[in-house]
């Protein structure tokens, strides 16, 4: 006779093995306030105080992972409001190298009124647009995968016109730090 299973346990059965969570949503609300510097008048940023409100949801199918975001841009007397959503879904080939692909579309809610805005803010045009389509990837430059390689180029999949602010080519490199715990 075999010994009686311990409680809750049914003799013959396997417990399934502890199931993963691949599905997660979460915010990273951002407060930009006015520059001191002589940015705002040379263009390079938005006058005032704005707020963007994204919300993101991220997990993993299979191989792939994936990352979607929508996102709202209060603006101000300057800025026009405008949303922002973005998708990137990829692939880690290893522990240290991953590969990316990433759509990224920003358009104006609403237009500013005549006479208002600084620069590439300015009004009186109509409500722009970006959209565009990139690879990036990340590199692992040591072994605890603490310091990464960021690279990103891309391209507007839209018509690219003075009136519609499109860029044609877009790209970036960074090194990310990553400090705590794993």
């Known amino acids: ?11 013959g059965v396997v ?13 990273y ?13 040379r263009g390079l ?19 792939l992972r994936y990352d979607g975001e929508v996102g709202y841009n209060f603006g101000n007397h300057a800025l026009p409001q405008s949303w ?22 920003q358009q104006d809610a609403n237009r500013i009124p005549a006479g208002q805005g600084v620069g590439q803010f300015a ?3 109509p409500k722009q647009r970006e959209t565009t389509l990139g690879l990036g990837g990340v590199q692992a ?3 605890a ?16 016109s003075v009136s519609n602010s499109q860029p044609s080519w877009i790209a970036y490199v960074g090194v990310q730090v990553l400090l705590g715990p794993k």
């Open 1 to 11: 006779m075999e010994p009686a299973a311990a409680s809750g346990d049914s003799p």
């Open 15 to 27: 417990e399934a093995p502890e199931q993963v969570v691949n599905l997660s949503i979460g915010t």
């Open 29 to 41: 609300p951002q407060l930009f306030l006015d520059n001191p510097t002589r940015a705002v008048p």
């Open 45 to 63: 940023v938005a006058p005032g105080t704005s707020f963007y409100l994204p919300v993101e949801v991220n997990g993993r199918i299979g191989p």
């Open 84 to 105: 922002g959503r973005g998708l990137i879904v990829g692939q880690e080939f290893s522990d240290r190298t991953e590969a990316y692909l990433v759509l990224y579309d």
């Open 123 to 125: 009004t009186g045009v």
């Open 141 to 143: 430059l040591n072994k």
């Open 145 to 160: 995968g603490t310091l990464n390689l960021l690279l990103m180029g891309g391209r507007s999949f839209q018509t690219v």
